[in-house]
């Protein structure tokens, strides 16, 4: 059982988070582009795994600006 966590992100940022699975964020990420097809509105759904220290930030894991400014001083 694994307690990482996913999210579903747009060029913009983070627009769902706290998926549990990497499978149930790229559902979601799914439904997203279905919508946005039906919409005929053109944009990225990717899916990330979230950065666990900033939740609040949700922020990519890797990404993360709050990491970088804590480990980069
Ligand atoms: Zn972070």
Known sequence: MSDS???????????EASLWSHANAEAVAELYREQAAEDDVEETY????MCEEHRDAER???ECDECEAQYND
């Open 60 to 62: 990519p894991k890797g």
């Open 46 to 49: 990717t899916v990330h795994e």
């Open 5 to 15: 966590e996913y999210g579903v992100f747009t060029e913009e940022g983070c627009i």
